[in-house]
């Protein structure tokens, strides 16, 4: 083989059964319905040398313990294993998730998957990756950078003290504030056989969060949110699969929000791809490669599992008994109580001491080149600032995002004196600095990985 291969599958993945959606804590109840699909795609890659899988899939994100079940899977049936082996969740906050997940109400709790969708999942995945690699054929690679500022901003927007204000949509007095910059490249890689186009992949980093057409209705609906749109867009044109991987996206929201919005902004970013014809540009014998660097990283906070477990069993007949009390609600519908406040940090507390029993993890970060693009593949929720690094020393590079494992916000250290809802104990898991070890390590490491 003297040129690269790539196979395409894609499959539905939206449940047909009322499931739990991951992404927003004051969920109390089941999905009631489907407003957008959600999908898993693979991609197979192979340039007579190495093999690569890259799975995209609507979720918020697949936490390190199931990544590792899947990588074995995957390899069990088609004998490529990680690092040639990409898990990317698209971050929408209205799918289900394959790890347990934490709701504040105390009948529900510590919430596990539902059985039936992680095992339609796996299906799904093994059926995907065989048939991607099963149709696997000889193709050209093209790629196209462009600028898609008009649909996103940061909602790490900086007021005149200098301190961060999280504006979660855009702030009408726009004018008193500073706005924080956000990587608005998009990255589009298009794969072509002799009958056309047979497949892209795009990254862009914007939170799916568009909420659909109405607050309340929407809220429990199933949906891929614009990503949704952005394939749909660019399959309209070229009668191809095409796959979405998250940028640095952990600040960047989308500029507008409910309505139509989830249409708006997935076709607009995916006619920038379509219309963007004369900017493509041809990759000369594309080769690919996969690597991954390691590091011991430790929580922000000490857990010890048995007391935790205890704790959490406490506080929670403490909230049920005080709801009983028919003590008065939040605006969110939440019990607004003290009791209601320590049940939700103790259950946090019992995600935290599940996901690390030692109160450390192994962060793995993942580099994949395919051609001349490389992929810093990471398994947080990573700010603007990382991406905007990396492409400042690397202009070919581009942050996977919420990746190969899910394990919360990292901002870097100089965030933190700033405040803002990324910095807080809740949604970051490790202590100050981990992201910019991270960064230093991905930065060094891409000086040999990188062939630019």
Request: one cysteine or more; charged letters at 25%.
């Amino acid at each position: 083989m003297d040129s690269l291969q790539f196979g395409v599958a894609v499959r539905d993945i939206t449940p047909s059964y009322p499931v739990f959606l991951h992404g927003y804590a004051n969920r109390n109840q089941r999905s009631n319905g489907v407003s957008e699909p959600i999908s898993l795609s693979c991609l197979a890659l192979d340039d007579g040398e190495q093999q690569i899988l890259l799975v995209t899939c609507d979720m918020v994100g697949i936490e390190s313990q199931p990544c590792a079940e899947l990588y074995e899977l995957l390899k069990e049936k088609t004998g490529i294993a990680y690092p040639h082996i990409l898990f990317s969740c698209s971050h929408t906050h209205f799918a289900p998730a394959l790890h347990h997940d934490g709701f504040p109400f105390p009948d529900l709790g510590l919430v596990a998957p539902d059985p039936r969708f992680v095992e339609d999942f796996k299906t799904h995945l093994v059926e995907a990756a065989q048939e991607s690699i099963k149709n696997k054929r000889p193709g050209t690679l093209e790629i196209a950078r462009l600028r898609a500022p008009q649909v996103l901003f940061n909602r790490r927007t900086v007021a005149a003290d200098g301190q961060v204000v999280t504006n979660y949509r855009y702030p009408l007095d726009a004018e008193n504030y500073t706005f924080s910059p956000v990587d608005d490249e998009l990255t589009a890689l298009r794969f072509k056989d002799e009958n056309g186009i047979g497949a892209v992949l795009v990254n862009f980093g914007c939170h799916p969060v568009t909420g659909g057409r109405d607050v309340e209705r929407d809220h429990y609906k199933i949906s891929a949110d614009y990503p949704f749109y952005l394939r749909q867009a660019i399959a309209a044109e070229y009668a191809c699969p095409v796959l979405f991987t998250l940028g640095a996206a952990g600040d960047a929201v989308p500029l507008e929000r409910f309505g139509d919005s989830r249409q708006h902004i997935g076709t607009i970013l995916g006619k920038t791809v379509t219309m963007a014809e004369r900017v493509f540009a041809a990759q000369e014998n594309p080769k690919i490669a996969a690597d991954f660097l390691e590091f011991e990283a430790h929580t922000h906070i000490g857990l010890d599992a048995d007391a935790v477990e205890a704790e959490y069993t406490q506080a929670r007949a403490a909230f049920a008994a005080a709801q009983e009390g028919e003590i008065a609600v939040d605006r969110e519908g939440r019990p607004d109580s003290t009791a209601g406040e320590i049940f939700g940090e103790k259950l946090l507390n019992l995600k935290r001491a599940k996901l690390y029993p030692n109160n450390k993890f192994q962060v793995k970060v993942q580099f994949l080149r395919i051609g001349g693009t490389t992929l810093v593949v990471i398994p947080f929720e990573v700010l603007s600032d990382i991406g905007l690094r990396l492409k400042q020393r690397f202009p070919n590079s581009a942050v996977v995002s919420c990746a190969n494992g899910y394990q919360g916000y990292l901002p870097l250290a100089h965030n933190y004196d700033k405040g803002g809802y990324e910095t807080m104990g809740r949604s970051t898991h490790f202590e100050k600095g981990t992201a910019d070890r991270l960064l230093e390590a991905a930065l060094d490491h891409l000086s040999s990985f990188d062939p630019t």
